[in-house]
Each structure stands twice: as structure tokens, then as C-alpha cells.
């Protein structure tokens, strides 16, 4: 949906636009150009996403989904065919492409694509509307870290995250985090259930029988990995921030008490954060804490972070950061985790040096102590070396100390401005790591290579910086 994503999308064109002799499978590949090192089968750049409209109704008690999405996105070449990312878990009934029946398969694509053929090609430059109907029982994916992802059944409904490949376990999308779209949801769920979706509700809750139906909103530009639809008994409290920032905080009643000191300070870490980094770039802020032990982890997904359990304050402090580090400014490819993660775990500390807790230094003091041979320094966090370790714990803290060296290197005078120009400069948009090593040494006004080298992709424990 920007200008730089259509640049992306250019690259190797011609993949996509197939000759029909040429098998689904092979059609649907994005060219290998634009494919990210770490999930080569993830995305599409024959085509770019503005709008998902998805209409889902699920019913917790017999785990079953019944589902349209309807995508609006603009060719970036001739389309003969195309695919979306789904997994085959769920069936597709229909396709359509601008009110027209379309073929489509879910063969042949190791289960991971819905191969789509308008019923006549979509010239490039042109808008188009797919509309999928698709319906079954949601199944999380195992990511290459062990760790489960996507659609996750909970005891009252879903806990939905989908980093790093989980949103295809539930929508039909162009799995890239360089596609970034708005969203529109309808959601439909048992009464006593609540339907909690990114951005804000629209109107009031829609009551037919037995069933209601949320209506959100999300007007501002999301990565797919950060969509969620997440289901189950909740307890809502909603407000506006001292600094005007409208929330929406959601607690499975397991744990409503557990979390509710913790979640008080939602507002005021919202605001500091707007502080210290510039506006804030969506419509509401807030969080989501489920009772799903299982996950294993948190997930800053857009608008409302979401908790597997009750969070301790440094991860309610990072998955927020994480909308402006993350969320906003998003990474391009997921080799470059850095930026999402080293970025959100500095700020955690930042909060805790804020709030007269362990200041950042102490922090980075803290790690900085332990052994050369320690998790926290390898592998090196703008190098994990494959999928399986782009959460490892040395992307999070020797990420964040990069970010403290960084700071006392430059002093706060200048590193504070430069994060708040690097987050002005990049609002809404996709980064890599060599992007913002070039934009710091910039903005510094002297080569910081070597800094960044030591601390970035060293092997093992810096020690001369
Ligand atoms: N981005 C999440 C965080 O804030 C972690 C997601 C981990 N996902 C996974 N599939 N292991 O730290
Ligand atoms: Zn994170």
C-alpha cells in the first residue's frame, strides 16, 4: 500500500503472470527476488493489499469457522493467476474476482497456497476484489523455533497471533510484512463471548438470537502477521489516556486479577512512549491477556498487544513499545528481527529507568556481566542465522544493550533525537538493519560501521566498541 512496497513489488516481475501450461504450484511462487531468506514461501509481489474486509463467525463450542474474506489490491503485474497464502486446513467453496467466478485450487501447493485464475486475467496497475468463502477447523502451525502459531484453541475460544507465519491458519493474505493493508472485521460469536479484532469497535454490538457480532475497525496500515480475532469470555474496560489515546483493555476472568495492576499502567506507558518516540500511530492502544499457558509468549499485535498469561511490566512496557517499533515501523524481512525486537526490549528498560526502576544501563550492566560463551551474546542479533533462532534471547537483550552502547556512545542529546527522526521518517513503513545503521551514522554525522559491526553481527561477546 506504499509506494515503497510497489517498488519491492516490481522486482522480477513475470513469475506471476503465468502461461497456462505452467503448473499452480509454480505460478503461485513469488519471484525468488522478492522471497524473504527465512520464509521463502511467504508473500506475493505480483500484487499489493489496501483493504481485507473478513467476515468470520466461529463458534468455540464446536471449534468450526465459517468465513469470507474479501481482499482489495491492485496488480502490480498482468495477472493470468495468483496465489494467497492459506493453509489447507481450511476449505475453500467459492472465489470470486471482481463478482466473477474464478477457479481455484488448494493442491499441489504443500498445502500452504490458494492458487487463484480469474476468469480473465488482471491487467497490471488495475484494482481488483477477491472474495473467498472458506469454512473448518482452524489449526495452529509449528513455527522453525518449536513454538505454535496462528489460530490457538483456548478452553472459551482463540488466541490468535500470527508471527512469524501463523495469519494464512485464518484468513486467505499476502503474508509479508511488506504488504501492509487496512482492515475491516465482522465477527460473529456465541453471546457471553467476546470478539476482540485490531483497531476500534464501530457501532454497537449487533444482537441476532443467540449470536453477536463485533464490528472493528483498523484505519491505519498492519502487517498481517500483526491481525488477530481472538475469542473467549473477557472482562473490558475501555478509557481514553491522559494524553487523549483512546484504549481497550480485555482480561479472560482467570486471570483479570492477576493482571490488573500491571494493566493500569497501559495509559501511562502509552503516553510516555508518544514521549519519547513521536505520535502515536494508531487509533487506540490497550491489551489483550488470555489464559492460553500453552503459547508461550506475548504478541504486540496491532492496537492491543496479546498475553498468553499475566505479564510482568517489562513485557506489557515492550509489546507497546512495539507499536511504534514493530507495528509502525516494521521490519522487511525477517532476518532483520532486530529492528522489531532490540528496539521494543530497549524501550522496556526505558520505561523501568522512567518509573525510578533498573535504568537501562543497569540492565545492560547486568547482561553485560555474563559469560562470553552466555545466551545473551550469540547468536548475534542482526545475524541469527536462520528462522529457528530469530526469537533467541541475544536478539532481545544484546539487542537492546546495542541500543544502550549506542546511547551513551552518542550521548542523549543525539541518540533520542535520532531514534524520534528515524521513527518520523519510517511511520507506516518496512526497514532493514543496514537501513538504520546508514540512517544513525548519518544522523550522527560520523561513521558509526565498526560500532554497529561489533555489536550487530560479531560473533560472541563484544568487548572494544
Ligand atoms: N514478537 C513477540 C515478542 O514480543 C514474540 C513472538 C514469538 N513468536 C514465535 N513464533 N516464537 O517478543
Ligand atoms: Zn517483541
Not at 453477536?212 to 475501555?238: D, E, I, N, Q
Amino acid at each position: 500500500m506504499r509506494a515503497s512496497m510497489l517498488r519491492w513489488a516490481g522486482v522480477g516481475l513475470g513469475l506471476v503472470a503465468l502461461a497456462s501450461s505452467v503448473t499452480p504450484a509454480t505460478a503461485a511462487t513469488t519471484p525468488s527476488a522478492a522471497r524473504d531468506p527465512y520464509f521463502p514461501r511467504q508473500g506475493n509481489a505480483g500484487y499489493d493489499v489496501a483493504h481485507y474486509g473478513l467476515t468470520l463467525r466461529y463458534d468455540p463450542g464446536t471449534r468450526h469457522l465459517t468465513a469470507r474474506a474479501a481482499i482489495t489490491a491492485t496488480a502490480t503485474t498482468r495477472l493470468r493467476a495468483f496465489h494467497l497464502d492459506f493453509r489447507r486446513t481450511l476449505r475453500v467453496s467459492r472465489v470470486t474476482v471482481d463478482g466473477h467466478g474464478a477457479t481455484f485450487t488448494q493442491r499441489g501447493t504443500h498445502g500452504h497456497d490458494l492458487v487463484v485464475t480469474p476468469a480473465a486475467p488482471v491487467r497490471k496497475g488495475d484494482r481488483f476484489r477477491t472474495v473467498v468463502r472458506y469454512a473448518g477447523r482452524p489449526q495452529a502451525v509449528t513455527d522453525p523455533d518449536g513454538s505454535i502459531d496462528g489460530w490457538v484453541e483456548t478452553e472459551d475460544g482463540a488466541f490468535v497471533v500470527g508471527e512469524p507465519q501463523g495469519a494464512p491458519t485464518w484468513f486467505p493474505c499476502n503474508d509479508t510484512p511488506r504488504d501492509k493493508a487496512r482492515y475491516d472485521f465482522r465477527v460473529t460469536v456465541p453471546a457471553g463471548i467476546t470478539a476482540i479484532a485490531n483497531g476500534e469497535l464501530v457501532g454497537r454490538i449487533i444482537r441476532h438470537g443467540d449470536w453477536r457480532t463485533f464490528r472493528w475497525h483498523s484505519g491505519k496500515p498492519m502487517a498481517t502477521y500483526l491481525a488477530t480475532v481472538t475469542t473467549g469470555v473477557f472482562r473490558v474496560r475501555t478509557g481514553t489516556t491522559p494524553g487523549g489515546i483512546l484504549y481497550y483493555i480485555a482480561t479472560d476472568p482467570k486471570v483479570t486479577a492477576a493482571s490488573r495492576d500491571v494493566l493500569r499502567k497501559v495509559p501511562a506507558m502509552t503516553d510516555y512512549f508518544v514521549g519519547l518516540f513521536g505520535p502515536y500511530p494508531f487509533g487506540s492502544t490497550g491489551a489483550v491477556v488470555d489464559h492460553a499457558p500453552k503459547v508461550g509468549y506475548a504478541l504486540e499485535n496491532q492496537t492491543k498487544p496479546l498475553f498468553d498469561s499475566p505479564p510482568d511490566e517489562l513485557t506489557v512496557s515492550h509489546e507497546l513499545a512495539h507499536m511504534w517499533f514493530g507495528d509502525s515501523v516494521t521490519l522487511k524481512r525477517w532476518r532483520d528481527i532486530w529492528v522489531n525486537e532490540g528496539f521494543a526490549e530497549f524501550s522496556a528498560w526505558m520505561w523501568s529507568e522512567h518509573t525510578g526502576q533498573k535504568s537501562a544501563q543497569a540492565y545492560f550492566d547486568r547482561y553485560y556481566a555474563k559469560k562470553a560463551d552466555s545466551w545473551v551474546f550469540s547468536p548475534p542479533p542482526a545475524d541469527p542465522g536462520g528462522p529457528a533462532d530469530m526469537f533467541d534471547g541475544s536478539v532481545y537483550e544484546r539487542g537492546a544493550m546495542t541500543l544502550q552502547a549506542l546511547r551513551v556512545k552518542l550521548g542523549d542529546d543525539t541518540f533520542f533525537p535520532m531514534l524520534r527522526a528515524w521513527y518520523a521518517a519510517h511511520t507506516y513503513g518496512n526497514v532493514t538493519v543496514p537501513e538504520f545503521t546508514a540512517f544513525a551514522s548519518a544522523y550522527a554525522g560520523r561513521d558509526l560501521s565498526a560500532f554497529f559491526q561489533t555489536w550487530l553481527y560479531d560473533a560472541g561477546k563484544p568487548t572494544t566498541w
